[in-house]
């Protein structure tokens, strides 16, 4: 296939357990791909084929597929809910074109939704919404579309409307078309017909055609005066304007199913085939400049005939030895090519290319723009490289990633098996760019840092169980940070006079706090030349490399600003080396007079919680030094959002539920960093040095 307007490169992204891997297999069941329907609660999902996701009903790794529908080809990528692997939902919005959001009829828009759907807009990509499990307790299709308006403050577009609430949900109204299609209860997707909309919603269901016809025409003037004028448009022309308003974001054509019970999922591929845009139709990623990042104003744009521009998005390794999964944006790509990658400047052979069936693999000669394919094999390449012909090199926007918010000490039980775990973690790493390694030089330890307990947790899971690896894992450590509170000016002179010639640098300086999130900012006002400006890269690189290690525990020092006012120099003795030594001594001197402070990690906490625990659960948070920003009780409960320090959530789980006799659900993501209470930092201080002291 080469026609470019029947691919779709889309997404599946949800809140956790809203079934975006049911409504994959459900795809793949419909398209021909799979025959059998594995059951993600039975741990047999086509996609989530890592045992950890099996034993814990989650998805981890996002996983590709492709099939076809309607003569269409569909690259399809399963993307994790789990808030501790968003770097997964990113790197793939990154590469697609289109999405479905999932949200379930009962727990609707769950905070999770909100991070993917931020995230998706960040990268402007062009969404449907599947509202699933409408035969569950408590579902409620208005609610849910209500909930997208507020809560996202996105604009749905109701396509469909639900026939039956709860478990008497039978099919669907296609408010276009204006029919009803209805499910036998045998559970098999074939099993539909379609009929007449039922006597008692034609007043429902003309309200919302009515609704779906305004929005869609606003989109073409001509048509709107049509309309306006009483003359309906042709369905033709409705859909060409669903399509284009989809495309630009305007609205969000929204459908209701349940992808368990196989209702309602042939409109919801129908409306990608319709309204989700191919690959030409996006706008094409900006090209960057190598050295600083910014857009250079080229774009990739995407056609078989230009040369090669491939981003890699994906590292993966598995028993067929390490896949790489690249998104080619322009260009074509053969077995047996030699291309470049702009990042490390070297050349790579591309040896097997495949397409990937979740795990299974078929294997191809070429590929070309539009595809998402995986190579077998590339040495040196990470996520985020840019794939390019070398006689035209180029590079694309890079992947960013959030920093980790956590670590822990692991250490190998067996003592041979440390050059192992050496090998795995770095497999591990190039594979998860938000999962870090370092090793504590005084110690000897191996940290490993992460986005939260569940990503660490699983990552030992993988070590242990992939590469025969166990560990002894210490505690959780937070990362926290260290600032200064109050402006202070100061002097240092460093010299030092022995044999040969002396080192001299003095300067005078004024340290002030930054603005929150602002880092680290040097600034030179010497005038009259008694600092020589040769000198000033130095002593901004001393200032900056002493920011790693504050002066309380030894945390890296955030938000300063440093002013360089005046100072001295000796015409013999003086160096880059003098100053940026007087620059170290400086800091060390002074920011214990500014004020040094503490700061904890705070985490932005959303917990869901039955209405009879909610006392408990708020009691609870409160105890934890959260502090509660919203409540907002819906159907089936409450959900409390709050700040809260991240080193008063190790375990919080297991405590709500005991609170809430299981019911009680949480997710949480690092929001900012604040200052410590006095008592809470006078401990952790008093833990480091004793750690220091044991070492």
């Known amino acids: 296939m080469t026609d470019l307007s029947k691919y779709r490169n889309i ?121 699933n499990k409408l035969d569950r307790l408590g579902a409620d299709f208005l609610r849910v579309v209500d909930q997208v308006k507020n809560v996202l403050a996105a604009n749905p577009l109701v396509m469909t409307l639900p026939i039956g609430r709860e478990d008497e949900f039978s099919g669907v109204v296609d408010l276009l078309e204006n029919k009803a299609y209805i499910w036998d209860e045998s559970g098999q997707p074939e099993n539909y017909e379609i009929t007449d909309v039922p006597a008692d919603m034609e007043d429902e269901v003309a309200e919302w055609r009515e609704k779906l016809i305004e929005s869609a025409v606003e989109i073409d003037d001509d048509l709107m005066m049509a309309y306006m004028e009483g003359e309906e448009p042709s369905i033709e ?38 309204y989700l845009p191919s690959p030409t139709e996006v706008d094409p990623q900006p090209l960057t400049d190598k050295e600083t990042g910014e857009p250079t104003g080229e774009v990739a744009t995407v056609d078989a005939d230009l040369p090669l521009k491939a981003l ?20 074509r790509m053969k077995k047996g090519d030699t291309i470049l990658n702009s990042a490390t400047g070297k050349t790579e052979r591309i040896g097997r290319m495949v397409e990937m069936q979740a795990d299974e693999r078929n294997e191809l000669t070429e590929a070309q723009a539009g595809d998402i394919i995986a190579v077998v094999g590339m040495k040196n390449v990470q996520t985020g490289h840019t794939l390019c012909d070398p006689k035209h090199e ?159 525990a030894g945390f890296p020092v955030l938000d300063v600003e440093i002013e360089l006012y005046d100072g001295a120099y000796h015409a013999v003795d003086s160096s880059a080396v003098a100053f940026e030594l007087a620059a170290r001594g400086a800091f060390r001197q002074s920011i214990p007079k500014a004020g040094a402070q503490l700061l904890e990690p705070v985490m932005k906490v959303d917990v869901f919680s039955p209405e009879d625990n909610i006392g408990d659960v708020i009691g609870d ?24 320090p991240l080193s008063e959530m190790f375990g919080y789980i297991g405590h709500l539920r005991t609170i809430t006799s299981g019911r009680g659900q949480f997710s949480m993501e690092f929001s900012h960093y604040a200052p410590c209470p006095n008592n809470v930092a006078e401990t952790v201080i008093a833990e480091v040095k004793e750690r220091n002291a044991k070492k």
């Open 11 to 131: 997404g599946i992204f949800a809140h956790v357990d809203a079934g975006k891997t049911t409504t994959t297999e459900r795809i793949l069941k419909l398209t021909g791909k799979i025959h059998k329907l594995g059951e993600v609660h039975e741990g047999e999902s086509t996609t989530d084929f890592m045992e950890q996701e099996a034993e814990r009903g989650i998805t981890i790794q996002s996983a590709a597929v492709t099939c076809a529908w309607k003569d269409h080809r569909l690259n399809i990528i399963d993307t994790p809910g789990h808030v501790d692997f968003t770097v997964e939902v990113y790197r793939s919005l990154k590469v697609l074109d289109g999405g479905i959001g999932v949200f379930c009829g009962s727990g609707g828009v769950e905070p999770q939704s909100e991070t993917n759907w931020r995230y998706a807009n960040d990268s402007g990509v062009s969404r449907l919404i599947f509202v």
């Open 237 to 274: 022309d409705i859909k060409r304007c669903i399509r284009k308003g989809t495309r630009d974001l305007t609205f969000f054509p929204t459908f209701c199913g349940s992808a368990f019970k196989n209702k309602g999922m042939q409109l919801v591929l129908d409306a990608v085939v319709d």
């Open 312 to 331: 890699a998005f994906k590292i993966m390794d598995d028993r067929f030895g390490a896949l790489t999964f690249i998104r080619i944006y322009s260009g």
């Open 394 to 552: 180029c590079t694309l926007e890079a992947m960013i990633f959030p920093d980790p918010v956590i670590s822990i000490a692991v250490a190998p039980k067996d003592k041979g098996a440390s050059e192992k775990m050496g090998v795995a973690i770095g497999k591990m790493v190039a594979e998860d760019p938000s999962f870090q390694v370092e090793t504590d030089e005084d110690s000897g330890e191996t940290i490993l840092k992460g986005m939260g307990e569940l990503h660490l947790d699983i990552k030992v899971d993988i070590l242990k169980r992939t590469y025969g690896v166990e560990l002894e894992v210490g505690q959780p450590q937070v990362a926290y940070r260290e600032t200064i509170t109050k402006p202070i000016e100061d002097s240092y002179t460093h010299k030092k006079q022995s044999g040969g010639s002396g080192q001299f640098g003095k300067i005078d300086y004024r340290i002030k706090p930054g603005e929150q999130g602002s880092g680290f900012t040097f600034t030179s006002t010497v005038v009259g030349g008694n600092v020589p400006k040769e000198f000033f890269p130095a002593i901004e690189k001393g200032f900056k490399e002493m920011m790693q290690t504050g002066v309380l």
């Open 621 to 644: 948070l409160n105890r934890r030094r959260g502090m509660i920003k919203d409540q907002e009780p819906n159907a089936t409960g409450v959900r409390v959002k709050a700040d809260v």
